[in-house]
C-alpha cells in the first residue's frame, strides 16, 4: 500500500588547520504511491562544498580543491528530487536531480540516472549503467566548476546479509568520459552495516574513485572517502495515518 517516510540529519564539522567549525543538515522525504513500484523523493541539503563527498548516494565527486572554502565559509542550498520505477521483478531505473545556490553567488544543476538489472539467487547482484552530469554557471578555483561535465559508467553491485544482523554492499564501475581528456576513470564502493537493534546502527563507508576531472590541463583527480557513524532510524508514516 502507500507510505511516507521522513529522513533527516544534522552534522559539525572540524576541519583544523585554521578553518572554522561549520554545520551541515538534511531533510528527506519518500513517498510510495502504491504497491512500490513508484517511489518519489523531495530533499533540502545544507552543507559546505567541502563536506559534500556523496551527492546522490552512488556517485563520488568531491567538490572542493582547497581548505579556502571554509575560510571564506562557501556552503551550499541544495533542493532535490528523485523517482524510483521498477518495471518488473529485476529491471529498474532511479534517477535524481538537484539545483544548487551555493553562497559565493553561483549555481549549480546535477542529475543522476541508473538502469540497473538484478541477476537470480543470492546475494543480491545488480548489473548497471549510470550516467552523472554537473554544470555550474561560473568558474571558480576554489571548488570543481564544470560547465558540463558528463560520465557514463558501467558496473556491478553486491548485496548481501551476514550474521549477527550484519549488511553489506560492494560496488564498482569502470566510467566514460566523453568531453575530458582523460576518457576512462573508475571507481569502488562498499558499505557495512551493523544492526543494533529496531532503531539504530553502525554504519562503515569507503569510497575511491579515480576520474578525469579537468581541475588543470591534462591533470586526473583520485579522491579518497571513509566515515563511520551511528543511524537512528525514525520509522515509517503509513500514508493513511496523515490523512492522504
Known amino acids: 500500500g502507500r507510505w511516507l517516510s521522513l529522513r533527516g540529519g544534522v552534522a559539525r564539522n572540524r576541519y583544523g ?6 554545520t551541515s543538515w538534511f531533510l528527506h522525504g ?36 582547497t581548505l579556502e572554502v571554509i575560510r571564506q565559509k562557501i556552503d551550499i542550498d541544495e533542493g532535490r528530487a528523485g523517482m524510483l520505477l521498477r518495471f ?4 529498474s531505473l532511479n534517477s535524481d536531480v538537484a539545483l544548487g545556490d551555493i553562497s559565493d553567488g553561483n549555481r549549480r544543476a546535477t542529475a543522476y540516472s541508473r538502469l540497473s538489472y538484478r541477476l537470480p539467487g543470492t546475494p543480491r547482484v545488480d548489473l548497471f ?22 560520465s557514463y559508467a558501467l558496473g556491478a553491485r553486491v548485496e548481501g546479509d551476514g550474521a549477527r544482523r550484519f549488511h553489506y554492499v ?23 552495516a ?5 532503531r539504530y546502527s553502525l ?5 575511491y ?6 581541475r588543470g590541463a591534462g591533470s586526473h583527480y583520485d579522491a579518497t572517502y571513509l566515515s563511520f557513524g551511528l543511524v537512528a532510524r525514525l520509522g515509517a508514516l503509513p500514508a493513511a495515518a496523515r490523512g492522504h
Not at 510510495?32 to 565527486?61: C, K, M, Q, T, W
Not at 518488473?88 to 529491471?91: E, I
Not at 554537473?134 to 570543481?144: G, I, K, P
Not at 551493523?194 to 529496531?198: A, P, T, Y
Open 170 to 192: 560492494a560496488e564498482g564501475q569502470l566510467a566514460f568520459h566523453p568531453l575530458e581528456d582523460h576518457l576512462l576513470g573508475g571507481q569502488v564502493y562498499g558499505v557495512a
Open 129 to 150: 549503467g549510470a550516467f552523472y552530469y554537473q554544470s555550474v554557471r561560473d568558474d571558480s578555483l576554489l571548488y570543481w566548476a564544470p560547465s558540463n561535465f558528463q
Open 194 to 198: 551493523w544492526d543494533l537493534g529496531q
Open 88 to 91: 518488473t521483478g529485476r529491471l
Open 30 to 65: 519518500d513517498l510510495s504511491p502504491g504497491a512500490d513500484r513508484v517511489r518519489v523523493r523531495l530533499g533540502y541539503h545544507h552543507y559546505d562544498l567541502i563536506d559534500e563527498s556523496d551527492p546522490f548516494g552512488e556517485n563520488f565527486y568531491n567538490q572542493a580543491q
Open 203 to 207: 554504519r562503515l563507508t569507503g569510497n
Open 209 to 214: 574513485l579515480a576520474a578525469p576531472v579537468q
Open 17 to 22: 588547520d585554521g578553518a572554522p567549525d561549520t
